[in-house]
Nanobody, 119 residues
């Protein structure tokens, strides 16, 4: 019902910037919140940033506060993650996420895009 497609990943040097995009399609009216998760090798997937689809409230992981900014364009159904001051520890596969709460909780995921930050 919902499709999420990420783009914008790549290789960047430490201290650089990168912007990820997530295009949403399908029955997106059912999505209550969208966000970005990342998963590094050998680690569990973790929340990076999230934004509600209604009020625009944002939430960030402590590790990215002040460096990453999440935003969304409701007209184009596109979500962005603006990443600055990138660190090698930011290296991971970044996933677009959509959360549906009603009638049942369900998570939608994109295919992931690789972000590699070199020293």
């Amino acid at each position: 019902q919902v499709q999420l497609v990420e783009s914008g990943g790549g290789l960047v040097q430490a201290g650089g910037s990168l912007t990820l995009s997530c295009a949403a399609s399908g029955i997106i009216g059912s999505i209550n919140a969208m966000g970005w998760y990342r998963q590094a090798p050998g680690k569990q997937r973790e929340l990076v940033a999230e934004i509600t689809t209604s009020g625009g409230t944002t939430n960030y992981a402590d590790s990215v506060k002040g460096r990453f900014t999440i935003s969304r364009d409701g007209n184009s159904n596109t979500m962005y993650l603006h990443m600055s001051s990138l660190k090698p520890e930011d290296t991971a596969v970044y996933y677009c996420h959509g959360l549906r709460l009603y009638p049942l909780k369900y998570d939608y995921w994109g295919q992931g895009t690789q972000v590699t930050v070199s020293s």
